[in-house]
């Protein structure tokens, strides 16, 4: 099941995408600030694009979990043995502390603030790409992890049962 939800949440990026760079939302702003073309954008392998987005955006839902539920510190402190009596009373008391949609959102708008942002912004300054594009396409993954780690935080079982 909690694979399951981690595949789920790899798929927001694709989603928000889609309504993101549409041309009646950012996309064709994102097209003038990037200097993408219709051209350009039309000649790629987009069964390779969509299939290595896929494959990033499942390694951003395994770094969101960790992210989003606190509870994975108490997981790693018993090296993963879920047998420990002590694990299992905390667990059993505290499990479902701070698991909201809510709580995860704010995690993960803050992940694409302090994490997305920087390395974003590091990139563009130095391709002289403008503050518009910068903003664009932080304010995409900031919304982008936002979702993820609300998806992920809701509802993924216990840390240690993926």
């Known amino acids: 099941m909690g694979l399951l939800i981690l595949l789920l949440a790899a798929l927001v990026p694709m989603v928000i995408g889609f309504i993101w760079y549409n041309p009646k939302v950012m996309g064709n702003a994102w097209m003038a600030e990037s200097g993408m073309t219709k051209e ?12 290595l987005s896929f494959v990033f955006a499942c390694l951003l839902s395994f770094a969101m979990h960790s992210m989003t539920i606190h509870q994975m510190g108490v997981y790693s402190i018993f090296n993963g043995d879920k047998s420990q009596l002590d694990y299992i009373d905390f667990m059993s008391k505290y499990s479902e502390n701070f698991r909201t949609f809510k709580h995860g959102l704010f995690h993960g708008i803050i992940g694409g603030l302090v ?48």
Do not use: D, H
């Open 115 to 162: 994490v997305a942002l920087p390395i974003l912004a590091t990139n563009a300054l130095f391709e002289r790409k403008s503050f518009k594009y910068i903003a664009i396409n932080a304010g995409y993954w900031m919304i982008t992890l936002g979702i993820m780690g609300g998806i992920i935080c809701q509802w993924s079982p216990w840390p240690g049962s993926l």
């Open 40 to 51: 350009k954008a039309e000649g790629a392998n987009m069964p390779l694009v969509f299939g």
